[in-house]
């Protein structure tokens, strides 16, 4: 006599069926958990080096809680007011910042000149400068990107 599978189990025609979908359908995985047993199926359409699909069962695997979804590092440095940016602190000065730099929170990482007055523009956070997108004397509207900074690489 044949052992029934318990209601919690998967029978063998269960996952047959699992597969014969998955193999039939547009579908790419389908996924079967059971929190209440701490299980996971996991069936996915593996590609075969002649470019057809074949269905692959992955066996039962612990139910792991969900990592946190990963934490954006890229921060924009918009500018604070309407006028034109520079890179340096005074003119004929140095820049005070270019692209693979360190900047740490609060330094001052260009300024923009509005009504003859210089006004800083500091970085709120720590890290490495990617990408600056405004050029040395160009003009800039109030809450326009001047730079991206990853704080990943924190200084």
Not at 15 to 42: A, F
Not at 66 to 91: N, Q, R, S
Not at 123 to 133: K, L, M, N, Y
Request: proline letters at 6%; charged letters at 25%.
């Amino acid at each position: 006599m044949e052992e029934q599978p318990s209601s919690d189990e998967i029978s063998v025609e269960q996952l047959e069926r699992l597969v014969h979908l998955l193999d039939e359908s547009d579908v790419s995985e389908i996924e079967v958990k059971r929190v209440s047993l701490g299980t996971r199926l996991m069936l996915r359409k593996a590609t075969v080096s002649d470019g057809s699909n074949v269905a692959a069962a992955v066996s039962h695997m612990p139910v792991v809680e969900e990592a946190a979804p990963p934490v954006d590092t890229k921060h924009t440095v918009v500018a604070p007011l309407v006028g034109i940016f520079h890179v340096w602190a005074k003119p004929k000065g140095s820049p005070l910042v270019a692209a693979g730099d360190v900047v740490k929170v609060g330094q001052r990482v260009g300024t923009i000149q509005s009504l003859n007055v210089l006004n800083e523009v500091e970085t709120q956070v720590a890290g490495r400068i990617v990408e600056i997108f405004v050029r040395d004397g160009q003009p800039v509207e109030y809450g326009q990107p001047l730079m991206t900074i990853d704080s990943a690489e924190e200084a």
